[in-house]
């Protein structure tokens, strides 16, 4: 769990340390998200432009690189993943070793669930009621040797069969509702994919030595496609695999954007999980 906090606040870091008043750094900032301090102060007013602000007059504006860097460390920090999440992962983590519920009422099962470990249990009554689970909706469920977090997923499963009903563990609180209003609520992360777009070209032997040769799609002469042309397509793959519906071009809020060898992802905690693997809430 700290490894993964340092290469989170690693990357992050070294995204700010090279960030200029730039079209990328426009891009970013006028990426709010959905919770707390979303936008940034200079943009209160006025319409945005790829390139910078535009006040109500139409002249175009540029906020200090130190501005835009204060305000996108803001962000990062307020998302960042916290030391107290122990409480959540403690519980979540924890080996059952049977349950057998018959026909036993939701609202015991998660007071059964509360008591399984330090973390505040919370379900979001509205929410569910919304995709027709209620506090007297039934539960029967056998399971041998799980986790919480994996009577968990059974137990939305069998509630809400086709994907409506989650959870999500963050500090000390574990929090049940509807996967909409999960969803709800988005977060920046920064993700380092240098490795995963390095590009390898091919060689061939030519009179006892190897030379490269050009790669299947395109490129320089020697094969060679410039980094920023396989961050896009990069991009475009994360945005069009992992939830196309919740993107901005879909009507959705997620964003995904490229910041040198990074992407920049504005998306609800299920895709994040999606994209780097399972990780708490901050």
């Known amino acids: 769990m700290l490894e993964r906090r340092r290469?989170?606040?690693?990357a992050a870091l070294a995204v700010l340390a090279s960030l200029p008043a730039s079209p990328v750094a426009a891009q970013i900032t006028n990426s709010p998200i959905s919770h707390g301090s979303a936008t940034p102060p200079w943009a209160s007013s006025g319409r945005s432009t790829s390139t910078g602000m535009a006040n109500t007059n139409g002249v175009r504006t540029n906020p200090p690189a130190s501005a835009h860097r204060a305000w996108i460390l803001s962000e990062v920090q307020r998302t960042a993943p916290s030391r107290n999440e122990s409480a959540a992962i403690e519980t979540l983590?924890?080996?059952?070793?049977?349950?057998?519920?018959?026909?036993?009422?939701?609202?015991?099962?998660?007071?059964?669930?509360?008591?399984?470990?330090?973390?505040?249990?919370?379900?979001?009554?509205?929410?569910?009621?919304?995709?027709g689970v209620q506090r007297d909706t039934l539960v029967t469920l056998e399971l041998r040797d799980v986790t919480a977090h994996q009577l968990?997923?059974?137990?939305?499963?069998?509630?809400?069969?086709?994907?409506?009903?989650?959870?999500?563990?963050?500090?000390?609180?574990?929090?049940?509702?509807?996967?909409?209003?999960?969803?709800?609520?988005?977060?920046?992360?920064?993700?380092?994919?240098?490795?995963?777009?390095?590009?390898?070209?091919?060689?061939?032997?030519?009179?006892?030595?190897?030379?490269?040769?050009?790669?299947a799609g395109g490129g320089g002469a020697d094969g060679y496609i410039p980094l920023e042309v396989r961050m896009d397509k990069l991009a475009d793959i994360v945005r069009n695999a992992i939830a196309p519906e919740l993107r901005v071009e879909n009507g959705g809020d997620c964003s995904v954007q490229v910041f040198k060898s990074s992407l920049v992802v504005r998306a609800p905690i299920s895709v994040h999980q999606k994209i780097g693997g399972d990780f708490y809430l901050p």
């Open 152 to 215: 968990l997923v059974e137990l939305c499963d069998q509630l809400a069969p086709f994907g409506g009903m989650g959870f999500q563990g963050h500090g000390n609180v574990i929090r049940i509702s509807s996967q909409r209003h999960l969803d709800s609520k988005l977060y920046i992360r920064v993700y380092e994919v240098r490795d995963v777009a390095f590009d390898v070209p091919d060689f061939i032997p030519l009179g006892g030595c190897s030379a490269p040769v050009a790669a």
């Open 93 to 131: 983590e924890k080996r059952i070793e049977r349950v057998s519920w018959e026909d036993e009422p939701l609202e015991s099962v998660v007071e059964w669930i509360r008591q399984q470990g330090p973390a505040n249990v919370v379900p979001v009554w509205r929410a569910l009621d919304d995709i």
């Open 7 to 10: 290469r989170y606040t690693i």
